[in-house]
C-alpha cells in the first residue's frame, strides 16, 4: 500500500461513521483526545485536562512527602500516581504521533473493504469478520464500562464516610484533617475530575489498539481461508477439465483464473503486512508505558495490601488488580493473536493445491511460504515482543520486584 498524503489528514466525524472501528475513535473525540478535526476550541479542551493533571501531581507530591516515613503508604501512593502519569504519557504521545493515528485508521478500513468484497461470496469467509467485529465490540466495552464504575466507586467511597472524617479519594493534603477544611471541596472534585478523565484516556486508547489487533488478526485468518481456498477450487476446475481432454482452453483459463486468485492474495499479504508494521511503530510507545506501569503498579498495590490491616486499603488493591492485569493481558492476546494469524498463512499456502498448479503458480506459493514463516511481531519499545508468554513473564517480575520491596522494609 503507497503511502497517500491524504491519508494522514485529519478525520472528521462523518468520516468515521463507515469505519470498523468508529465507535473506539468517537469516544476518544468525547473524552478529549482525537480532535476531529483539530481546532484550537478543541485543543483548548485537551489541556484542561493535562492543567488537571498538573495540579494532581502537586497534591500527589505533597501527600508523599508528607508520609515518606511509612513505606506502605508510600507505595500505596505512588502506585495511584503512577495511573496518571502513565495516562498523561499515552495522551502526549497520540498527540505528537496524531497522523499516524489518522493512516491507521483509514489503512485499516481499506483492508477491510478490500477483503469484505470476498466474505460476501463465501460464507466462511463472513463468519470471521462477523465474529471478529463481535470480539472488537465486546472486549474494549467490557474493559471500559468496568474502569469506569471501579473509579466511580472508588471517587464516591469517601462520601460514606462520617461527617468531619472524609478523606479526599486518592491523596491527602497535610494541611487538612477533616472535610471541614476550606479547600476541601475543590480538592475532591479536581482528584475525582483528574483521575476519572484521564483513566478513560489510558483506558480507551488501549481498547482502541485492542479492537485494532483484532481486526488485524481477523484479516489475516480471511486471507488464510481464501489461499486455502484455492485447493478446491482448483480441484473442480481439474475435474471439469478431464471431462474433456481436448479443451485446452479451458484448461489454461483454469489455471490463469487461480493465478489471478492467487496474485490478489499476495497483494493482500503485502497490504496487511506494511499495516502491521506501521501498527507496531504507532502503538509500541504505549504499549511500553502500559507493561511497565502493570508490572510496578501490581507489585506497589500489593505490597501495602499484605503490610497493612486496614480493610480499605484492601478493598481498593482488590478492586483494581483486575484492571491492571487486564490492561496488560489484552495487548499480549491480540499481538499473540496477530503473530499466530500470520504464521497460519504459510500453513494454509503449503494446503492448498500446489502440486496441481502451474510452475509460476509453485513459484508464488512458494515466496508466500517462505514470508510467513517469518512471524510478524508487536514489540514494547521496539524492543520487548508481546505474546501471551509475556504476560507470564512479567507476573514474575512483579513478583520479583514485591519481595525486593518486603526485604527491603523488614530491614527498617
Known amino acids: 500500500m503507497d503511502w497517500n498524503p491524504r491519508e494522514e489528514a485529519p478525520l472528521t466525524w462523518r468520516q468515521t461513521a463507515s469505519s470498523v472501528i468508529r465507535f473506539d475513535v ?7 483526545v482525537w480532535a476531529m478535526p483539530v481546532t484550537k476550541l478543541y485543543r483548548t479542551y485537551t489541556g484542561v485536562i493535562l492543567v488537571l493533571a498538573v495540579a494532581y501531581s502537586v497534591e500527589a507530591v505533597m501527600h508523599i512527602w508528607s508520609v515518606r516515613k511509612n513505606m506502605e503508604e508510600v507505595t500505596l501512593a505512588l502506585s495511584t500516581y503512577a ?3 502513565t495516562s498523561c504519557f499515552k495522551l502526549l504521545s497520540f498527540l505528537q504521533h496524531e497522523p499516524g493515528y489518522w493512516r491507521l485508521v483509514r489503512r485499516l478500513d481499506a483492508l477491510v473493504a478490500d477483503q469484505k468484497r470476498f466474505c460476501e461470496e463465501r460464507p466462511p469467509l463472513q463468519t470471521v469478520f462477523d465474529e471478529a467485529k463481535k470480539r472488537a465490540t465486546r472486549y474494549p466495552n467490557a474493559l471500559r464500562i468496568y474502569n469506569t464504575s471501579l473509579i466511580l466507586a472508588w471517587v464516591f467511597s469517601p462520601l ?5 472524617q472524609r478523606p479526599l479519594p486518592f491523596h491527602q493534603l497535610p494541611l487538612s484533617e477533616t472535610d471541614d477544611f476550606p479547600l476541601y471541596l475543590a480538592s475532591y472534585l479536581m482528584q475525582s475530575l483528574c483521575m476519572f478523565s484521564l483513566c478513560l484516556v489510558s483506558g480507551c486508547l488501549d481498547s482502541f489498539f485492542t ?9 489475516f485468518k480471511i486471507l488464510s481461508l481464501r489461499i486455502a481456498s484455492l485447493r478446491q477450487d482448483n480441484g473442480e476446475r481439474k475435474q471439469d477439465t478431464r471431462s474433456d481432454v481436448h ?3 479451458r484448461k489454461d483459463a483454469a489455471t490463469e483464473h487461480v493465478y489471478e486468485e492467487l496474485r ?5 499479504h503485502q497490504e496487511i503486512t506494511s499495516f502491521v508494521a506501521h501498527l507496531e511503530s504507532v502503538m509500541n510507545p504505549i504499549a511500553a508505558l502500559q507493561l511497565i506501569t502493570g508490572v510496578t503498579n501490581g507489585c506497589l498495590m500489593i505490597f501495602p495490601t499484605a503490610a497493612s490491616s486496614e480493610s480499605g486499603a484492601l478493598l481498593k488493591c482488590i478492586g483494581c488488580m483486575p484492571t491492571i492485569c487486564s490492561q496488560v ?3 499480549c492476546l491480540g499481538a499473540h493473536a496477530v503473530m499466530e494469524q500470520s504464521e497460519a498463512v504459510s500453513e494454509a499456502a503449503y494446503g492448498s493445491a500446489w502440486p496441481d498448479t502451474s510452475p509460476r503458480c509453485r513459484r508464488a506459493l512458494l515466496v508466500v511460504m517462505a514470508r510467513a514463516m517469518k512471524p510478524l511481531t508487536l514489540t514494547a519499545g521496539g524492543i520487548y515482543t508481546i505474546e501471551r508468554a509475556t ?4 507476573l514474575n517480575a512483579g513478583y520479583s520486584y514485591y519481595a525486593l520491596l518486603k526485604n527491603f522494609n523488614s530491614r527498617e
Do not use: D, N, W
Request: glycine share 6%.
Open 26 to 32: 468517537r469516544i476518544l473525540y468525547v473524552i478529549g
Open 83 to 85: 495511573v496518571i502519569v
Open 160 to 164: 460514606l464516610a462520617p461527617h468531619g
Open 211 to 219: 479492537a485494532t489487533m483484532i481486526h488485524t488478526a481477523a484479516q
Open 247 to 249: 479443451e485446452k482452453v
Open 264 to 268: 490478489l492474495c499476495i497483494r493482500t
Open 329 to 331: 493481558l489484552i495487548y
Open 391 to 394: 504476560f507470564l513473564s512479567l
